[in-house]
């Protein structure tokens, strides 16, 4: 179950770190018991350090660490799974004009520097997982090239992970996201077929 206090939808602005924790004290306040792997949606370490401590075990970073790495740091010191996630730009503004002149080797080489940066801090290979950000900083012609061409990213050996479900370049004839599951679906049928190993889906 991956659970975000924070929206990173195309044009969503940031939540202050002490609002981020606020939410998740709420939902940890309910008391719920889950018997499933839980996994914290955030970039803020100190956010991640607070779900690790408080029966979370898994980071689904969409900054890959942040410049600063601090994330890739965190997953280290609890030897726990973390989801890097390629992305252009930040979330409030990603979808403004995004370019590419080979999106597949751009992502290629992202994730080439993640890893070593990584390896480097003694992450162990099964806790890094990668998804391209489909939709994150990406035209529809781009989602698509991804989708296509989820092997290039084999070459890694990592497992990978897409978030497909109910996101706009899905959309037909402008209709909403709860609308899109059909579209979700083919989609969804494609990136087995293409070797994804993990899906993130809203429609369970």
């Known amino acids: 179950i991956d659970f975000g206090c924070e929206s990173s939808r195309p044009g969503a602005k940031p939540v202050s770190e002490k609002n981020e924790l606020s939410r998740l004290n709420d939902f940890l306040a309910k008391g719920l018991h889950f018997d499933k792997i839980l996994s914290i949606d955030t970039y803020k370490p100190k956010v991640a350090r607070f779900a690790l401590e408080n029966g979370f ?3 689904n970073d969409i900054t890959s660490g942040g410049d600063d790495d ?3 740091h965190l997953a280290a010191e609890y030897d726990c799974p973390i989801i890097l996630m390629h992305m252009k730009g930040v979330p409030a503004t990603m979808q403004e004009n995004p370019f ?5 080797s751009d992502i290629t080489y992202f994730f080439e520097k993640k890893l070593k940066t990584a390896q480097n801090l003694g992450i162990k290979r099964k806790n890094l997982i ?4 489909i939709g994150f ?3 529809v012609e781009d989602n698509n090239v991804i989708l296509d061409n989820l092997d290039t990213l084999k070459q890694f050996n990592h497992p990978i992970l897409l978030g497909l479900s109910r996101k706009s370049f ?4 402008e209709d909403g996201p709860e609308s899109r599951l059909p579209a979700t679906l083919g989609a ?7 070797g994804v190993d993990i899906l993130r889906v809203h429609d369970i």
């Not at 899905?170 to 004839?173: A, F, P, Q, T």
């Open 137 to 139: 900083g990406k035209r």
């Open 57 to 59: 075990n898994m980071i």
């Open 70 to 72: 601090m994330m890739l």
């Open 100 to 104: 590419y002149d080979d999106i597949m």
């Open 170 to 173: 899905l959309s037909v004839n």
């Open 130 to 133: 990668l998804d391209p950000g």
């Open 188 to 194: 969804t049928v494609l990136a087995i077929q293409n």
